[in-house]
């Protein structure tokens, strides 16, 4: 009976322990990713103040770069740095994007703030879901990687086509997959998954970029008014 009272003491102490690293690991993300949102929203800005145009090349290097940096270090203090590094460059790399549908579209600014609107609510609403629920979606792994390759495939055949339809049809897939995987990498956090809060914010903050790239895609198409 003894031993029996010990066991289960243990599992409990065990189990609570695992609770609080996975809350911690949920609230440092949520916090870093926040701040990460406000840098690269800034760098945007300045980016369309400035009419930056990084060229195709800096911004693959950067990108990348960046990303190796982040994950290298991921562990230390440093990984912090390179994080707002990396998210900075990417909002950075928004400005000629966001340019062109303010000053391309008469209904420009519409589009720029329904697309905010939208994706911001797409992600809460996805991650109150999931993290009311505690539903495991660690089954949608799989499924996701063949659409997310699938859309790939889609954009590179449309390079050649052309056809405003199936670009229509490759925004919305990618909008499903971003979405999906913003159910996934939350999941990933709250049952374990992922315990580094830095790796598990640079995958939210690129699901966010993508979703909401996609979104202004497809607002763009659909709502879009030349001047």
């Known amino acids: 009976m003894a031993t029996h009272k010990t066991l289960q003491h243990t599992r409990n102490r065990s189990r609570s322990r695992s609770l609080i ?6 609230r440092n993300t949520y916090c870093l990713l926040g701040i990460s949102l406000i ?32 994950q290298r270090n991921a562990d230390n203090v440093y990984g912090l740095l390179f994080t707002f590094a990396f998210t900075g460059f990417m909002g950075y790399t928004l400005g000629p ?3 062109l549908v303010v000053h391309g579209y ?9 697309t905010t609107a939208c994706t911001g609510t797409i992600f809460i609403a996805l991650s109150a879901y999931v993290l009311t629920t505690k539903q495991d979606f660690s089954y949608l792994g ?5 659409f997310l390759f699938t859309g790939l ?39 374990g998954g992922e315990r580094n809060y830095i790796l598990a914010t640079i995958s939210l903050f690129l699901n966010i970029y993508n979703l909401f790239l996609y979104l202004l895609q497809l607002f763009m198409m659909l709502n879009g008014r030349r001047d």
């Open 21 to 26: 690293a996975e809350h911690e690991v949920l």
């Open 39 to 70: 840098i690269s929203a800034i760098t945007a800005g300045i980016s369309m103040v400035t009419r930056a145009h990084p060229g195709p090349l800096l911004m693959i290097a950067g990108m990348y770069g960046l990303l190796f940096l982040v």
């Open 97 to 99: 994007i966001l340019n």
């Open 106 to 114: 008469a209904n420009g600014t519409a589009i720029l703030m329904n």
């Open 142 to 146: 799989g499924m996701l990687f063949i």
């Open 153 to 191: 495939v889609m954009s590179v055949v449309n390079l050649f086509l052309g056809y405003p339809l199936l670009h229509l049809l490759t925004s919305s897939l990618f909008i499903l997959v971003f979405s999906g995987l913003i159910m996934y990498n939350t999941s990933e956090i709250i049952h």
